[in-house]
């Protein structure tokens, strides 16, 4: 990295509005920090990274991202430590994911310790905005979108990289219902399901509501083949635990590689499970409950943490979980007392925002 990129200049708001939140009681989303990163990209080079006060950002009614969907984003989870510092879970995955999306898409990478960087000081700026009660943090978004006005089918040539920051309270706090969705896809192999694209979410939007107006919290997506084999979850990988053993769906094309799902595996395996990556077809599952060998499941993601799974079903079919997880519960409060340090981080995952 030169020297001009790894010099964030930073421009404080005079006073915070901190106060104005109840960060008790959040819901992520609603609330934005004080202050936003911006990095721009133009004649083929990302220059200028800031910190500026939190402010709308001038589009032009022709910017590339609003017609032909150029944009990315990523999610993670900034937590307080023991003395107070603010530690980030794993963001170098995040920065490599991200130009995994890029490069999907037809954007320009950024440099993956500007990514780390930008969030160190970002999140030390925000710190006061991190909430401190159970399961809370402050979720921090950063993302690209083609800004370049231009009306037809290339590639821009001038974007611009942003993180913005919202306090998040727990998320899930009960067990959730999943629809097996099979109508609608989410990916296909070769498509961009793998992506973190901001188009793949507008897709989920629909069925994600049909979904909820039949009683149900999110869409279990399946294959978009011969929707028989299980893929994942709204904003979540998914997890089962079967006659003592773990399988979670293999990456296989069409799946986002979760941050918590690879986190999940490595965790499960150090605690002597066994955890399988294969492709597992939803009659597996239903079979599974049938012969009482099916144990626990759980959904993995930024946003959720471990969200337990109560039920899957749709108009034929209703897949009921027993209602005690003893491991989905172990793993959850292991993930979330590492991101706190109550226990050593054994695997090296907290970085320090300082
Ligand atoms: C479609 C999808 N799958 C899985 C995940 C879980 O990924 P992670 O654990 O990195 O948050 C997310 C959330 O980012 C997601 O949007």
Redesign the pocket.
């Known amino acids: 990295m030169n020297e001009i990129m790894t010099e964030i200049k930073i421009t404080k708001v005079k006073e915070s509005r901190v106060n104005q939140v109840d960060l008790e009681n959040v819901t992520m989303g609603f609330n934005f920090t004080d202050h936003m990163f911006i990095c721009n990209y133009n004649n083929g080079e990302w220059h200028n990274p800031r910190i500026e006060p939190l402010a709308l950002i001038p589009t032009h009614p022709a910017a590339m991202a609003l017609h032909y969907g150029q944009a990315i984003f990523?999610?993670?989870k900034a937590t307080l430590g023991k003395d107070g510092t603010p530690l980030l879970f794993r963001p170098l995955?995040?920065a490599k994911?991200m130009n995994f999306s890029a490069d999907r898409m037809g954007m320009p990478l950024f440099p993956e310790d500007l990514f780390v960087e930008a969030l160190k000081q970002f999140t030390a700026i925000e710190k006061n905005w991190i909430p401190t009660k159970k399961g809370s943090a402050l979720y921090l978004r950063p993302f690209i979108y083609a800004d370049e006005p231009f009306i037809g089918m290339r590639a821009a040539t001038s974007f611009k990289f942003m993180i913005i920051a919202s306090p998040a309270g727990p998320f899930f706090s009960r067990k959730i219902k999943l629809y097996a969705e099979k109508k609608y896809v989410?990916a296909v192999n070769g498509g961009t399901?793998e992506a973190?694209a901001a188009g793949?979410?507008a897709a989920?939007i629909r069925p994600t509501e049909y979904a909820k107006a039949k009683g149900y919290d999110q869409v279990l997506w399946l294959d978009a083949h011969d929707f028989e084999y299980i893929q994942?979850?709204?904003?979540?990988?998914i997890f089962f635990k079967i006659d003592g053993k773990f399988i979670t769906p293999s990456l296989t094309g069409s799946?986002?590689?979760?941050?918590?799902?690879?986190?999940v595996i490595d965790l499960l395996r150090s605690k002597g499970f066994e955890v399988i990556e294969r492709t597992i077809k939803i009659s597996e599952i239903i079979e599974a409950s049938q012969n009482r060998t099916l144990e626990e499941a759980f959904?993995?993601?930024?946003?959720?943490g471990i969200a337990m799974i109560e039920e899957i079903g749709n108009n034929d079919l209703s897949i009921k979980f027993p209602e005690e997880n003893p491991v989905s519960v172990m793993v959850n409060d292991t993930l979330n007392a590492i991101k706190v340090q109550d226990i050593k981080d054994e695997f090296g995952w907290i970085v320090e925002a300082k």
């Not at 590689?257 to 690879?262: D, F, L, N, Q, Y």
């Open positions: 990523e999610g993670m995955e995040n994911r989410r399901g973190k793949n979410y989920a994942e979850v709204g904003t979540m990988n799946i986002l590689s979760g941050i918590t799902r690879m986190s959904g993995t993601g930024t946003a959720v």
